[in-house]
């Protein structure tokens, strides 16, 4: 059996006070999760330690065969730039650009050609010469997914990627991300409050009394 692309050991993480303990998670290549749970229950903290950007209190984290905490700093640079795709609720595209400017500035970074059926499949591949400004709100989403996906990442943290649009749309952000995992044999990890789109993952975890279990269909 392949290796894991990410493996989580026993994970601790508080705040104020003790978040969640004792996690265990392992994602394989061609593998999508979805993490649910209660707002505030620490999904979007586990995103961020599972994608290089918190460290917890206790437990390892080895990402595409890294253990994340001996690493040198410029290799996690090099993690991030070539290897993880991020994709936030509020996506930060620069605004006095246009669509396609900002896509040129993720594929320039990493040295991968940007792939136009991708644009064509989400559906932006016509509004590439708008600015930023002069887009709704989904399709700046979905513009930012496409720039994601442009860095042609190993593996997708996605925090609600979905939020902002109405079920069709989103249904298509799914479909591409889903093709994009396959073609790439690649993994998803996303955390949402959408039953349907959490549905369409290979496998479903909620996070809740401090916890990750995974729900067994
Ligand atoms: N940097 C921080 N410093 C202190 N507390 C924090 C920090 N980040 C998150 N928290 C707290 O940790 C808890 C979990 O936050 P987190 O953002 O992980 O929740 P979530 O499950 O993603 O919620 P939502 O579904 O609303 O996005 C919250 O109570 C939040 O206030
Ligand atoms: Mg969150």
Known sequence: MSQPLLTAVNLSHSFDYMLFENIDLAVYPGESIAIVGRSGSGKSTLLHIFSTFL???????????????????????????????????????????????????????SGEDMDQEILEKLEIAHLMAHKTSELSGGEQQRVSIARVLSKKPRIIFADEPTGNLDKETAELVMDVLGDYIEKQNGALVLVTHDENMAARCNKLYTLEEKALSLNEN
Request: glycine share 8%; aromatic share 10%.
């Open 55 to 109: 460290k917890p209190n206790t437990g390892s984290v080895t990402l595409l065969g890294h253990d994340l905490y001996t690493l040198k700093d410029d290799q996690i640079e090099s993690l991030r730039r070539y290897d993880i795709g991020i994709i936030f609720q509020f996506h930060y595209l620069f605004k006095g650009m246009s669509a396609l400017e900002n896509i040129d500035v993720a594929t320039m970074l």
